[in-house]
């Protein structure tokens, strides 16, 4: 490890697994649920295991980015962070607060926590994916504002390159893009309107930055690729991201009392957003075919080679199966929403976060360049366990979509939803268990880094010039 303040990575990384762990704990609960509609009711009621599932998952994500740019950012402007004490110290701040806040999710009525932390002072909470407290959003704004100091003040004292760059413009459309989270108008349509620009815009746009240049970071270290290859690369993935990603949050006006215009902007400019994600697939495998040297981190490899695929796979096609307007006015809502969104969350959020702490845990924990090759298998198998697993949800879910969607909205004697709901069971038992199996992969994940602990680590090998 070249800097010493690139360890401050480790806890956000560690935290990242720890809370990955109880999000899709907490997804099989909701899974059990939709099957078994009383299962651990009254303890757990399914809006809260939702409620909880969705905001881990966001949680996490976030400690991994934090992470990601604590071990990339000092590398990259070859020089210390600014100041790693108060990483650290926000660290702490944002995981007690993430605790308590899903401590009061699952112990307190989701209306007394509202009355609880002041939401009637600043009414903020009660929206999807946004129902963190008032008291929470305003913390989590501290956390972001002394992170973006900390990495943005590192960077502009340091070398300056393509990727940290594109980190720094993704970081901070995360936090601008974050306060409209604050803004809560009485008008459904036009609440909804704005409530696109921190869902869409964060993962759709912003997070799109941060996922490529991590992902650039991990090829330069990985494949020994000229860097200037590597961001010209980067340019025109960002440059497609940002042009199809802004456009394309029209595809989720069509149906909130916006203007009918959005049909088009929405439908034309989303049918483009796989574009960057096919090239950030291209320019992935290409990178690996240009290596100049075989990295002793193969699992890093095949993490960064996995990412790129599945993104393409989960927000590329299967976004495109329902983004079109005229297809949506059927799927919009359905089970379809649902396995579009699992794999496109896990293929381009979770799977980048799993390569970089996949690439940089070693060398926090003392090793030169990997971990060794018993702990390598390991993790590999759990990549393709993870991977797998995620495919079989995606398709089972998608099963579910389409039967849905014909049964209650597309034949001439449409079903009521709960009817439906059970003439579709099966698929979701289907999904509960490639949900297991998907557990399981993640279990072996951590426990490949305790596993071969004591052996020597992989050796890398040497190749002659890129071709």
Do not use: C
Request: hydrophobic share 55%; glycine share 8%; aromatic share 16%.
């Amino acid at each position: 490890m070249q800097y010493k303040s690139q360890a401050v990575a480790k806890p956000y990384f560690i935290a990242a697994i720890g809370l990955f762990v109880g999000q899709i704990l907490f997804g099989l609960i909701i899974g059990m649920q939709y099957v078994v509609g009383d299962f651990l009711f009254p303890e757990i009621p399914f809006n809260v295991a939702r409620m909880v599932h969705t905001n881990l998952l966001i949680v996490w994500l976030l400690f991994g980015f934090m992470g990601a740019a604590y071990y990339l950012v000092p590398e990259e402007s070859e020089r210390e962070l600014v100041s790693p004490g108060l990483a650290i110290l926000m660290f702490w701040v944002f995981l007690i607060a993430g605790a308590l806040t899903v401590l009061g999710y699952l112990l307190v009525p989701y209306s007394g926590l509202a009355e609880m932390t002041g939401n009637s002072v600043l009414p903020t909470m009660g929206r999807e994916f946004l129902e963190q407290p008032t008291i929470t959003k305003a913390g989590i704004v501290v956390v972001a504002l002394a992170f973006l100091y900390n990495v943005g003040l590192t960077i502009l004292k340091g070398r300056k390159t393509v990727v940290s760059l594109v980190l720094l413009i993704g970081l901070a459309g995360l936090a601008v893009l974050f306060l409209f989270s604050f803004y809560n108008p009485d008008n459904l349509a036009k609440d909804k309107f704005y409530w696109w620009w921190v869902v869409h815009l964060w993962v759709e746009g912003v997070w799109e930055l941060i996922l490529g240049s991590i992902l650039a970071f991990v090829l330069i270290k990985t494949t020994g690729v000229d860097r200037e290859v590597i961001e010209k690369w980067l340019y025109v993935i960002i440059a497609m991201t940002l042009i199809t990603g802004i456009i394309g949050t029209g595809h989720h006006y069509y149906w909130i009392g916006t203007p009918d215009y959005w049909q088009w902007w929405g439908s034309i400019f989303s049918a483009l957003e796989p574009i960057p994600f096919f090239m950030m697939t291209v320019f992935a495998f290409n990178m690996v075919n240009r290596r100049r040297r075989n990295h002793p981190n193969k699992a890093a490899v095949l993490w960064a080679l996995g990412t790129a695929v599945m993104a393409f796979l989960g927000a590329g096609v299967w976004g495109f199966l329902h983004t079109l307007a005229p297809v949506n006015y059927y799927t919009h809502g359905s089970q379809i929403t649902a396995a579009h969104g699992h794999m496109a969350f896990y293929g381009a959020y979770v799977m980048i976060v799993l390569t970089m702490i996949s690439y940089a845990m070693p060398m926090l924990r003392g090793r030169s360049a990997a971990n060794s090759e018993a702990s390598q298998v390991l993790e590999m198998w759990s990549f393709w366990l993870m991977t797998v697993s995620m495919v079989f949800i995606t398709l089972f879910l998608t099963g579910a979509g389409i039967l849905q969607t014909y049964l209650q909205r597309y034949s001439s004697d449409p079903l009521p939803f709960m009817v439906v709901q059970e003439k579709i069971s099966l698929f979701y038992w289907m999904r509960e268990v490639a949900g297991l199996m998907f557990l399981i992969g993640l279990v072996v994940y951590v426990a490949s880094f305790f596993v071969g602990s004591r052996q020597p680590e992989a050796t890398a090998v040497v190749e002659g010039s890129a071709a």
